[in-house]
């Protein structure tokens, strides 16, 4: 218990401290001349349901820590391109690395294991469980016991149960949750859910983090507030963000590199002033104005 | 926000944060429901025993149902025959291995548990009804299976199996000593169960009771705490069976129909889903409804004359029926959350929320 303490103690001064020591122990790459190297690679995806061509040839790199926001009309295959990364669809041709490995195959929640850590564009949280157990359950694969360890509920379960619930509280302090921790998740306010979900997220200990729209429906402050979790969670624990956004003042902001899908195609991938003047681009999707 | 909790009662570390119960007051309270039940035998008699025994064996029974419906909400309707199946492995293995009961107990419990995950890997594919209805099939797969194979189970004449011995001078087949037994393997199998309920896999099964594809790509696998979470329920299932079999000293397979499967669902929407309180609430309710329906029929002989004997029949399927269709209309989310409300309005006294 005073280890635990002790922890929290150093938190105040770093943030997500005792997450970031739970993925420093099993990051991969170490120092700052892998940064630009690609952590994520995807190549040539082919997603088709049917007769309507979802993805077409997408190949696209998330590299060190960087921040890679997709952006592309409706439709345009962003959500699809993320469910293939995640093992939820299944793409016809391609394949896809993490770190190396191929996780094309992997049923996805092995490659959540791994550390690739989503949020839903349409919020998917365990509406029955508290904030807190939300977050827990996110931590369920880094949990170490079993369930008839837990069922007798030995000591080291329980104590177990206490750092996990400590590693929780870093997430909910982070993120500003402290008021609603202990509420059912059905009955908060939407904005706050966004919040709870990215927490989840978080508590999967992400080596990479996707995010599907974590800003729709949002006001001004609430962007704000999710703009600076965001770039707060890059740089804390060092891990690159792929982000679907529409909100394009908060794309070119935050955005390290930009890749742009239309119908399925990519159509142009750089930074933010690249895309700004990509005559592709603005035909596509951010037209004239 | 979070009033859960009464007044003044506050977490100083993440140990007290994963308390059950809190205050000296509720754990003397708590204490003293444990001796009060096992005092109430020297109350209540012969007639009160005969009660309370069945409801310690429902009781289990109820559990596991809660872990596979209320927790992990795949819909079985298929529970009384895994409790049939614990009762009849008990009697077999004491009639053709002559194990004792002590050994057959943990037995009943595992063989209820392998049927469970074999029925169980339809849920791997299914979800909802039609689950329902694959469940529904391991009832009557399992009961046609007991009725047909005479050779080992003596079809539908039924099997004798016989109670624990004398163990540490205390001689079981005396009615009260067993309900100290039954009492004691429920409150170990109550204990299993909540602590089941607030560890890893029972927030694993809230998960996939809540969205399952998002707990997939959460990390959990699906497929395996689906199973697990069937192989568990048809345990305590077995265990349940195994506890109320002896108790009779015989096992007929026209003990365990659908309409008890069909029952066991209903009480557990009476006691509430996704609580371990709301399973025994919802055993307590209906034990105690089958007793009432066989007080009133005599009763109802002055309303009826003499048709009151073929109506008594129907008398307990009517209370079963109305107090289901009550909740269903009044408080679906049954016994437990209406407590719960209790609770909450008493923490919070004078003010209305």
């Known amino acids: ?289 | 926000m979070n009033i859960n909790r009464p007044c003044g009662t506050f977490d100083r570390n993440y140990f007290q944060a994963k308390e059950l119960y809190r205050t000296p007051l509720r754990k003397t309270l708590l204490a003293l429901f444990i001796i009060a039940m096992y005092v109430i035998p020297f109350v209540v008699g012969e007639y009160g025993i005969s009660i309370l025994t069945p409801i310690c064996a429902f009781t289990i029974g109820m559990l596991g149902l809660q872990i596979i419906t209320g927790y992990a909400g795949q819909i079985s309707i298929g529970h009384a025959a895994f409790m049939g199946i614990g009762m009849y492995t008990v009697a077999i293995l004491q009639k053709y291995f002559g194990f004792s009961f002590w050994l057959a107990l943990p037995f009943s419990g595992l063989v209820a548990m392998a049927v469970g995950i074999i029925f169980g890997i339809p849920a791997l594919r299914m979800k909802g009804l039609y689950l329902a209805f694959a469940t529904l099939a391991a009832h009557f797969v399992i009961v046609y299976v007991i009725s047909n194979w005479r050779s080992v189970t003596n079809g539908t004449d039924g099997m004798y199996m016989s109670r624990p011995g004398v163990l540490f001078g205390i001689d079981f087949t005396d009615d009260r000593n067993y309900y100290f037994l039954a009492l004691t393997v429920t409150a170990i199998m109550t204990y299993l169960a909540t602590n089941l309920a607030r560890t890893k896999l029972g927030r694993a099964l809230v998960a996939v009771r809540d969205n399952d594809i998002a707990a997939e790509l959460m990390g959990i696998n699906v497929g395996t705490t689906k199973v697990l979470a069937f192989g568990i329920g048809c345990f305590f299932a077995g265990v349940s069976g195994a506890i109320g079999g002896a108790y009779y000293e015989y096992v007929n397979v026209e003990w365990f129909g659908l309409d008890d499967s069909i029952w066991y669902l209903g009480f557990l929407v009476v006691g509430g889903f996704g609580s371990i309180f709301g399973a025994i609430a919802g055993a307590v309710v209906w034990k105690v409804m089958d007793e009432l329906s066989t007080l009133v029929t005599p009763l109802t002989e002055a309303l009826l004359g003499g048709a009151a004997f073929y109506a008594s029949a129907a008398f307990s399927l009517l209370f079963y029926s109305l107090i289901i269709i009550t909740f269903l209309v009044f408080e679906p989310r049954g016994i437990s959350h209406r407590w719960e409300m209790i609770k909450r309005s008493y923490r919070l006294h004078p003010f209305p929320y």
């Open chain 1, 1 to 289: 218990m005073r280890d635990i303490t002790k922890k929290r103690e150093q938190r105040y001064s770093y943030g997500l401290a005792l997450l970031r020591e739970c993925i420093e122990k099993k990051r991969l790459w170490t120092n700052n001349e892998d940064e630009k190297k690609a952590v994520l690679r995807v190549e040539n995806i082919d997603l088709s349901f049917g007769d309507l061509r979802a993805l077409n040839n997408v190949s696209v790199d998330v590299r060190g820590h960087e921040i890679l926001a997709i952006i592309g009309p409706n439709g345009a295959g962003k959500t699809s391109l993320l469910n293939v990364i995640s093992g939820f669809y299944r793409a016809q041709r391609g394949d896809i690395y993490f770190n190396e490995e191929k996780i094309t195959r992997f049923s996805s929640h092995k490659i959540a294991e791994r550390g690739i850590c989503r949020t839903f564009q349409n919020i998917a949280l365990y509406s029955g469980l508290t904030v807190t157990d939300n977050i827990i359950a996110g931590r369920h694969p880094h949990i170490n016991y079993n369930f008839l360890t837990g069922m007798i509920y030995f000591p080291w379960a329980n104590r177990e149960e206490a750092y996990q619930r400590a590693i929780a509280e870093d997430i909910i302090d982070f993120l500003e949750l402290e008021h609603v921790r202990g509420s059912v998740v059905g009955m908060l306010a939407y904005g706050l859910r966004k919040r709870v979900e990215l927490g989840r997220a978080l508590a999967l200990e992400p080596r990479i983090l996707l995010l599907d729209e974590p800003m729709a429906g949002m006001n001004v402050d609430e962007k704000e507030d999710m703009a600076r979790f965001i770039i707060d969670i890059n740089e804390f624990l060092k891990i690159p963000i792929v982000l679907i956004e529409h909100d394009m003042g908060v794309v070119m902001d935050i955005a390290d590199r930009i890749f742009v899908l239309d119908f399925g195609n990519p159509i142009a991938e750089g930074s933010p002033e690249e895309i700004k003047q990509n005559q592709k681009v603005i035909s596509a999707y951010l037209g004239t104005g």
